[in-house]
């Protein structure tokens, strides 16, 4: 029989079930360590659904309707809408995609699982321990994972069941929090000690991951914790100034040991230790940052969209950050600075007033005591701290917003006679469709992975051709995937016409759906290029003019949407002058318009230059090798050392010999390179002393 009781029970054995989500790693999917624990939790969330508004239907009255935290969360959400619908891609902003599976679609899940887990508490406060717990069994198993991973497998930077070190890192400084609250309610003495030993393996877990990140969250919501009880709690103020200054005792032997030769030897502190000795390797993170505040400032009220930073990233991109590391940033790695590109300031606020709010219950709460109070303000503390080097995943999520639904208090709800079988029929049916949906994004990922494995290159290509008619959100990795593995099968195998055809219909489909993704325009103008040739080796003159003509407009178009993208730039140079579209004069001018935004990355002068040669243009490339020495280029390719040595070499360029000797490390060089040198040396050396007498 359906009652409150059993759908209590209902929702709460499912809500256990969430947290083991997180030890799921699915190696027949695509992205093992991500795509079936989002659509498991999907599943368990989209099965609560059509019970968990019936006590509200049976008690209108009880609806929480001026929960301050619930109306922070639905303007939050309802700031995601605005900003999937007014979108560069609401496609994408909406759905998500299979690597990182966020995005509206995918948001909606999680304020939901807060609204379920909100509701079960509200209906017996009791359930917060036991859902607990069920977290607390996972970050056991996911520590003792961890542990033994950094012990006995010798890993760098261990990633237990989440497939990335920092997640872990992230998940445990969350716990650690968490577990303090419910640490301080405990008055069972084997629960505090299961309570306290999760802490510690949590503790380890969080040091062998090495997150610096979640060590500066744990300093920061410590503070907060020690602060917190200083202000209110009822003890005698020296004995709170000796707890304070004790604090900052540790703070000062922290410091200490992380500047210290010491710190190399123990986990987590060792990069904080490398941090501070080499700042510049932080320096990436501050060059993607900027990257993504200019996006910012260009829609600043309500942002680009949801999983539109890839897009920001290039289209104002500053290529300096290549000089320290030769990374694609498809998060700025700041969650303030994600928000505010993706949803602008109206986003940022909403985000923010979630936080406000739910401290503000916290510190209302009459049941709390002072130290479950500190341990909540120190969550929440830990959390912005962290967010500052990072973003959200389904690891955190959860926790965040269990912690969040730690404040509903308990609802009197009365049982009722009333009719509410059309509710149960509708809410019935919109989960069955969402299963469907999860059911079909399991299909297509689980897909990938079977026909890449699929031996005859003719059905596999088939096979990836039927795949994109319902790929849907993941089209776009199955485009990239299918014709990489085609291109690598084609250096080994004779590849059928039809197979090439198949595929790039498979590419089509994804950049006309994903026309903003460079990996699949970088995918489809090689097709184009494949097309091309195909028609010159058949004659058919018709059908290479007008292919032509769209690789040339989607060039055009799509350098004057990334203008700072110098990847692209020489992309369009070289197939253009490939087909002879370009004359030289247009190909310099072209390659001499993006000199502007590369003020500082010296390497565009030394790939402009081997263009340059390329097209008889000898002059100009000799001109802007010796500008990127100038600039004093980092050269780490044998092959530009070599071809920068020819060009000096024929120029009899002492002077620009001497200045490349100064930016290269000899020691890494081969022995042919070496020789190279030498050779080139010694020829320009005693040209040099002829010259002179």
Do not use: C
Not at 76 to 102: D, H, K
Not at 125 to 154: A, C, M, R, T
Not at 418 to 430: Q, W
Not at 579 to 594: P, S
């Amino acid at each position: 029989m359906l009652n409150l009781k059993s759908i209590e029970e209902y929702l709460k054995y499912l809500l256990i079930l969430v947290p083991i989500s997180l030890l799921i790693v699915d190696g027949s999917v695509l992205f093992p360590y991500i795509t079936t624990k989002a659509l498991f939790f999907r599943i368990l969330v989209s099965l609560a659904l059509p019970l968990v508004f019936i006590p509200y239907l049976l008690n209108p009255e009880n609806f929480p309707k001026k929960n301050l935290l619930l109306i922070s969360i639905l303007l939050f959400f309802v700031s995601q809408i605005v900003s999937t619908i007014i979108s560069l891609n609401p496609y994408r902003s909406f759905w998500g995609n299979a690597e990182r599976m966020e995005g509206t679609w995918s948001l909606f899940f999680y304020l939901l699982y807060f609204f379920i887990l909100f509701t079960l508490f509200s209906l017996n406060p009791k359930n917060k321990k036991i859902i607990f717990y069920s977290f607390l069994v996972v970050s056991l198993i996911i520590n003792i994972i961890q542990i033994s991973q950094f012990i006995e497998l010798g890993e760098q930077r261990p990633s237990s069941t989440l497939g990335n070190a920092t997640y872990i890192g992230f998940f445990n400084l969350i716990y650690i929090f968490l577990s303090l609250y419910f640490l301080f309610g405990e008055k069972d003495l084997i629960n505090k000690v299961i309570i306290l030993f999760s802490i510690f393996l949590a503790i380890l877990g969080l040091l062998s991951s090495e997150t610096r990140g979640s060590l500066l969250g744990l300093l920061i919501g410590s503070f907060v914790f020690v602060f917190y009880y200083f202000l209110f709690s009822n003890r005698e103020l020296k004995n709170k100034i000796k707890i304070l200054g004790a604090f900052f005792l540790f703070l000062l032997i922290f410091t200490g040991l992380v500047i210290s030769p010491l710190s190399q030897k123990i986990p987590g502190i060792n990069r904080l230790n490398e941090t501070f000795k080499q700042p510049e390797s932080f320096l990436p993170r501050i060059y993607a940052w900027k990257i993504f505040f200019d996006g910012f400032k260009n829609r600043p009220i309500f942002g680009w969209g949801q999983e539109t930073e890839p897009i920001i990233f290039f289209k104002f991109f500053d290529p300096t950050i290549y000089n320290y590391e030769a990374a694609i940033f498809d998060r700025p790695h700041n969650k303030f600075i994600q928000l505010l590109v993706t949803s602008g300031i109206f986003g940022l606020i909403t985000w923010l007033s979630i936080f406000i709010f739910f401290l503000y219950y916290v510190f209302k709460n009459k049941e709390f005591n002072v130290y479950q109070k500190a341990s909540l303000f120190g969550f929440v503390f830990s959390y912005l701290g962290q967010q500052i080097t990072l973003f959200d995943m389904q690891a955190s999520y959860l926790l965040f917003f269990f912690g969040l639904s730690l404040v509903a208090e308990k609802i009197n709800f009365v049982e009722k006679e009333k009719f509410i079988r059309p509710y149960l029929i509708l809410f019935g049916g919109i989960s069955f469709i969402f299963i469907i949906i999860h059911i079909q994004h399991y299909y297509i990922v689980y897909k990938i992975i079977t026909n890449l494995r699929t031996q005859d290159v003719s059905q596999m290509s088939q096979e990836f051709l039927r795949l994109s008619e319902i790929a849907g959100p993941f089209l776009t990795e199955e485009a990239i995937i299918s014709y990489d593995n085609l291109k690598a099968r084609a250096s080994k195998e004779q590849i059928p016409i039809q197979a090439y055809i198949d595929i790039f219909k498979v590419v089509e489909k994804a950049y006309s759906r994903d026309f903003y993704d460079i990996r699949i325009i970088y995918k489809y103008t090689e097709v184009l290029n494949n097309r091309l040739r195909i028609f010159d080796q058949i004659g058919d003159f018709e059908q290479k003019q007008k292919t032509l003509k769209e690789l040339e407009n989607i060039y055009k178009e799509k350098l004057s949407f990334y203008p700072r993208n110098y990847q692209l730039r020489l992309r369009y140079v070289e197939d253009m002058l490939s087909w002879k579209i370009l004359t030289k004069e247009k190909a310099l001018k072209i390659l001499e318009e993006g000199e502007k935004y590369v003020e500082n990355y010296p390497i565009y002068y030394l790939l402009e230059s081997e263009i340059l040669f390329q097209i008889d243009m000898k002059e100009k490339a000799y001109e802007k090798i010796k500008l990127a020495l100038d600039k004093e280029v980092k050269l780490k390719d044998e092959n530009q050392i070599i071809f920068v040595l020819d060009i000096l070499d024929k120029n009899k360029d002492v002077e620009n010999l001497k200045k490349l000797i100064k930016l290269i490390d000899e020691k890494n060089l081969s022995t042919k390179t070496l020789e190279k040198l030498e050779k080139t040396k010694s020829q320009l050396l005693a040209t040099s002393s002829l010259e002179n007498r």
